[in-house]
């Protein structure tokens, strides 16, 4: 029940906190789902259809390397084991992994890597994932999160359905300047308050004055 609702809720929040700084990429997911659904108000983002947003799919993945839902995670060896860089770890030894800082690492993501841009998942228009161990958001191995592929799904849905018909402005509250509460995801202290204002939708912008 955790991982289901707490970490989709989390991601959302900080997906639409930065998409509030960043309009121009609501206006590339528009955009996006006009040209794969053919239909302007994104009433026909069928399952199938969502799997061919490869951009919404990157804005989403870029959210969650600045903003993972569970922001470190811990692991215990079973028994004496060494890690690929030669460094031993004894049995019982708890080793653990923080996915917020990792998102946040120049020597991982580059001089760019305090900047939301969904572009650097990107090849020729086709989202490329990246090794599970540079992004471990949904961990890797043998303990990879069986509710992957369905949690991006619903989050993908969500965006989709949101964007098309809504716009989001976050109200006194920036992604440059998160507030963390205590807890084993990652939630805003004082929550995410914003402004949501309705869109016209497209069939209604096309439609002659009468």
Excluded: N
Aim: with cysteine; hydrophobic share 40%; charged share 25%.
């Amino acid at each position: 029940m955790l991982a289901g609702r707490d970490t989709v809720a989390s991601a959302l929040t900080a997906f639409f906190l930065l998409l509030s700084d960043h309009p121009d990429v609501a206006t590339a997911i528009r955009d996006e789902v006009s040209r794969v659904t053919g239909d302007g108000d994104g009433h026909a983002a069928t399952s199938e259809k969502l799997k061919d947003m490869h951009y919404v799919h990157a804005a989403l993945h870029e959210c969650m390397r600045l903003f993972p839902p569970v922001q470190f995670d811990s692991k215990f060896a079973a028994g004496d084991d060494m890690l690929p860089d030669g460094t031993f770890v004894a049995r019982g030894t708890r080793v653990t992994y923080h996915a917020y800082a990792m998102g946040r690492m120049e020597s991982v993501w580059g001089p760019d890597c305090a900047e939301f841009r969904p572009g650097r998942w990107l090849h020729d228009g086709r989202f490329v994932p990246e090794s599970p161990y540079r992004y471990p958001v949904f961990q890797g191995g043998v303990r990879v999160c069986i509710g992957r592929e369905l949690a991006i799904m619903e989050m993908k849905s969500v965006i989709v359905s949101v964007v098309q018909s809504f716009d989001i402005e976050a109200v006194s509250r920036s992604s440059h300047r998160p507030k963390f509460a205590p807890g084993l995801t990652a939630t805003f202290a004082g929550g995410v308050p914003v402004r949501v204002r309705r869109r016209a939708r497209a069939s209604d912008e096309l439609r002659p004055p009468s």
